[in-house]
């Protein structure tokens, strides 16, 4: 026997609770959005420079602290960078997914990336373009945790028992 949940006067299926189960809430969308938006400069950084030849972009970005001056250096950081920010969103993936230990390891993971980046930040000589570019990346990952953790999303990582994933 099918029973059909039965729609109450003056609201639509769409809006039932039974609907919004399965709907991502907006929340959980935008921090997806913003964790996207503060892994690109990783991505694009660390792309120039594992693939891209060191004196066609070296003169936008200057030397980076601490890194050997030989393409090899900066070709091995760059690595490591794109498999970071690749892990990242993988991870932030799996938490849109209602994978619950994702969303926990994004979070992890946000904690000791913005507190690396603001380190090697302040290691280096003050160069305004990289403070910017580092306080975006590290407000951005902060709003999406934020969001991340909005009641509404925790609705929705919960099941029908009130049980978390």
Do not use: K, N
């Not at 936008?60 to 001056?69: D, E, I, K, M, S």
């Not at 975006?136 to 902060?142: D, I, Q």
């Amino acid at each position: 026997m099918v029973t059909v949940p039965v729609e109450q006067p003056g609201q639509s299926l769409a809006r039932s609770p039974l609907a919004d189960r399965s709907v991502r809430p907006a929340a959980l969308r935008t921090a997806a959005a913003l964790l996207v938006l503060s892994t690109l400069p990783f991505l694009l950084l660390g792309g120039a420079a594992a693939g891209a030849p060191m004196r066609r972009w070296l003169p936008y970005t200057g030397p980076w602290p601490r890194v050997h001056t030989g393409q090899t250096g900066y070709r091995v950081l760059g690595a490591c960078l794109l498999l970071l920010a690749v892990g990242y969103l993988w991870f932030a993936a799996q938490g849109y997914r209602r994978r619950l230990w994702a969303r926990t390891a994004v979070v992890t993971l946000t904690a000791i990336y913005d507190v690396t980046l603001v380190l090697v930040l302040l290691a280096d000589q003050p160069r305004a373009g990289w403070l910017i570019t580092g306080a975006a990346v590290v407000l951005c990952s902060l709003a999406a945790v934020v969001w991340a953790y909005q009641p509404e999303v925790d609705r929705y990582f919960a099941d029908e028992d009130g049980h978390a994933h």
